[in-house]
């Protein structure tokens, strides 16, 4: 069954360390992943909270970079392609020999946060033991199965799915709204108090699902 596994790389041991180090309150996301030869990945990555000139500088001091291209920039935003060739065995590993896919990946701070799917979970076991055999730190924050239910797919229970999409459907989410939580509760045939414990939590899953993986947090920029 297919797994998704959020977990987080020190950036001293993956890529773009020397940059993040020397530009304190930048984020670096990738925009594409591409494994290019046997030590080398190509990404595309979006560098944000910093100036061209800096980010240029910090690049040509970064041992873990090579041919760097700037292709794109927006306001304070800009969009790189480069390789990297030091430091990527676990994204290598990754990429290879489990077949996973990177569906996000953020580096700020002292370090790197991924989302990773994987074919299989047996697929995953592969780069955790691998990151154990070299001595590599992949601190795993969650691993969620993906089964055939459309709320697994989004990190929800099948309560907090239905009680999600009947509120959307319902009007529970316009401005104003077509029914009341009572009301809502009233037609799903539960308890007031469940049903708002289903929508909060579900919300609150689906946020960190989908949006927290690339959220920096506020103190971090201060």
Known sequence: MATIVRGAIPSEEFALGHTLSALPGVEIECERIIESGEHTVMPLVWIRHADR???????????????????SEFDDEYLYRMAWVDHVHLLLQMITNSHATILDAYGWGDEWQFRVLY???????????????HGLRFEIES??????????????TESQFEALVTAAREGYFEVPRRI?????????????????????????????????????PDDFRD
């Not at 873990?64 to 292709?71: G, M, N, P, Q």
């Open 180 to 216: 009341s939580l009572s009301e809502l509760a009233d037609k799903m045939g539960v308890s007031h108090q469940s049903l708002s414990e289903r929508i909060r939590r579900g919300t609150d899953a689906l946020v960190e699902d989908s949006l927290l993986i690339g959220s920096v």
């Open 119 to 133: 074919p299989a979970r047996d697929d995953f076991a592969r780069t955790h033991d691998f990151a154990e055999e």
């Open 143 to 156: 691993i969620r199965e993906m089964d055939a239910e459309p709320a697994g797919r989004y990190g929800l």
């Open 53 to 71: 000139s800096d980010i240029d500088d910090a690049l040509r001091e970064d041992p873990s970079v090579d041919e760097v291209t700037c292709l």
